[in-house]
């Protein structure tokens, strides 16, 4: 069973601080991996991908990925109460494209 | 047009009733996915088309379930007979390039309730 997981939260963060969203994935055949932001009753939106090992930043985002530890982060720098969302992780496999159940971030102003 | 879109947005339909649900992708997108997305839940894949070939439909959780795209471009997600666990969010998604590597743009998603 190919699996993506996501700890479900809520996550709290004051506006300004750092947060750190976590994934894991059990496929060591996945070769992309991807973080979307949904806001409640819209659908997912494209934040940022990943492919390679290390570090990617766009903008106040960063995501990182871990192969051997089949690990993926993102981080939000300067947190503003408008990235209060659900953030999802993805990973894709085969012909198919995983994603975790979300983590909650609630930005407090 | 600029982005993905899905029709209907809402659906409400009374089980055992037949729904169709479509699909127009980013034009010129190749791979088209279909996901089902339950309240407090990520999506969970359904079934991928890379142009009008159904790569793959492994998703699909029953035999009620059919997807189509004929030309290659629009898609058609339907369920005969539905049942109350149907309802959810069917999301569809698309992807400039085959394959399930690269980022894909999601539309609004229909919201179906079986009642």
């Known amino acids: 069973q190919k699996e993506v997981e996501q700890n479900s939260g809520p996550l709290s963060v004051p506006e300004g601080a750092i947060a750190s969203l976590n994934c894991t994935y059990s496929?060591?055949?996945?070769?992309?991996f991807f973080w979307y932001r949904q806001y409640s009753g819209k659908s997912p939106e494209l934040i940022m991908f990943i492919y390679s090992n290390g570090d990617k930043e766009d903008g106040r985002f960063t995501a990182q990925l871990n192969k051997a530890s089949q690990y993926v982060s993102l981080l939000i720098r300067d947190s503003q109460p408008s990235d209060s969302a659900t953030y999802l992780c993805?990973?894709?496999?085969?012909?198919?494209?995983?994603f975790g159940t979300g983590t909650s971030l609630t930005v407090i102003p | 047009g600029a982005g993905v879109s899905q029709s209907p947005r809402y659906k409400v339909a009374k089980r055992g009733q037949d729904v169709a649900l479509r699909c127009d992708p980013i034009?010129?997108?190749?791979?088209l996915f279909w996901y089902q997305q339950a309240l407090g839940q990520g999506p969970e894949f359904l079934t991928y088309?890379?142009?009008?070939?159904?790569?793959?439909k492994s998703g699909l959780p029953s035999d009620r379930f059919f997807a189509e795209r004929p030309e290659g471009s629009v898609s058609t997600l339907k369920i005969q007979r539905t049942q109350q666990e149907d309802s959810a969010v069917y999301l569809c998604?698309?992807?400039?390039?085959?394959?399930?590597?690269?980022?894909?743009?999601f539309g609004p998603g229909t919201r179906l309730t079986v009642t």
């Open positions: 088309f890379q142009n009008e070939a159904q790569l793959d």
């Open positions: 034009s010129g997108h190749v791979s």
């Open positions: 998604a698309s992807s400039f390039e085959g394959g399930t590597r690269h980022e894909q743009y």
């Open positions: 993805a990973a894709t496999s085969d012909n198919q494209f995983y």
């Open positions: 496929d060591r055949g996945s070769q992309s």
